[in-house]
């Protein structure tokens, strides 16, 4: 089976700009979550869908947008960037039943380094 | 979801068992204690996982305390590849990341 997988691997962008990320699910997953990573910090929760649906976001402002496809893959789109953006966000997927119920492992991807300059 | 404190870092030998402590003392009756580790420039790998009973995978144990409040992940013969940031996580629902402990594993 396929991992989860992201693209690109690294992006630069200018404040103001807007920026689209990928994420392809591994293959039988139907959440996918996502997460920014500042330097030396955890990563911290945006949002979560679950069969095209978002179930779940955590404190990012509505310029933190994203879409999952029939197949399960996503994409986090991030609108007037700022220089604070600049992370490494993350996707992870997993096999999860509902909402605050019944958990699966959650399986990240190797990340996108996006720099917003 | 409960917070939860850890070591900031912490050394362990090559060979030896690593035990990384973790304390939830606020953490909820229907609340999972998770473990994941991120080694450097990768994304977190998922380790282990428990509600209240002791739990042990090929990767490692987590003994959780009686009341809950706290738990330590076991890895027992710890090796140089073991090097990494260890996040012991509470949740229901979704995963909230602290800062980790950094665990170096040196020869």
């Known amino acids: 089976e396929t991992g989860v997988t992201q693209s690109p691997t690294h992006l630069i962008k200018t404040r103001g700009q807007q920026v689209t990320l990928r994420c392809s699910s591994q293959?039988?997953?139907?959440?996918v979550s996502w997460y920014q990573q500042a330097l030396g910090q955890g990563p911290q929760f945006i949002f979560q869908?679950?069969?095209?649906?978002?179930?779940g976001r955590g404190n990012f402002p509505p310029r933190f947008s994203g879409l999952q496809f029939p197949n399960y893959s996503s994409e986090l789109n991030v609108n007037a960037l700022e220089l604070d953006d600049s992370a490494l966000y993350l996707c992870?997927?997993?096999?999860?039943?509902?909402?605050?119920?019944?958990?699966?492992?959650?399986?990240f991807g190797p990340g996108t380094r996006l720099t917003v300059l | 979801d409960a917070k939860t404190t850890q070591p900031t870092s912490m050394d362990c030998a090559e060979g030896r068992a690593a035990n990384l402590p973790c304390n939830h003392s606020?953490?909820?009756?229907?609340?999972?204690v998770y473990w994941y580790r991120q080694i450097h420039s990768q994304g977190p790998q998922y380790i282990i996982h428990?509600?209240?009973n002791n739990e042990t995978n090929e990767m490692a144990s987590l003994i959780i305390t009686e009341d809950r409040k706290s738990s330590t992940l076991i890895l027992p013969h710890a090796t140089l590849r073991d090097t990494a940031v260890y996040y012991c996580?509470?949740?229901?629902?979704?995963?909230?990341f602290g800062k980790g402990t950094m665990l170096l594993v040196s020869p």
């Open positions: 992870a997927s997993s096999l999860a039943q509902r909402f605050g119920g019944s958990y699966n492992e959650q399986f």
């Open positions: 293959s039988g997953h139907n959440t």
């Open positions: 869908y679950y069969r095209e649906e978002e179930n």
């Open positions: 606020t953490i909820s009756g229907n609340e999972y």
């Open positions: 428990g509600l209240k």
């Open positions: 996580i509470v949740m229901y629902s979704t995963l909230t």
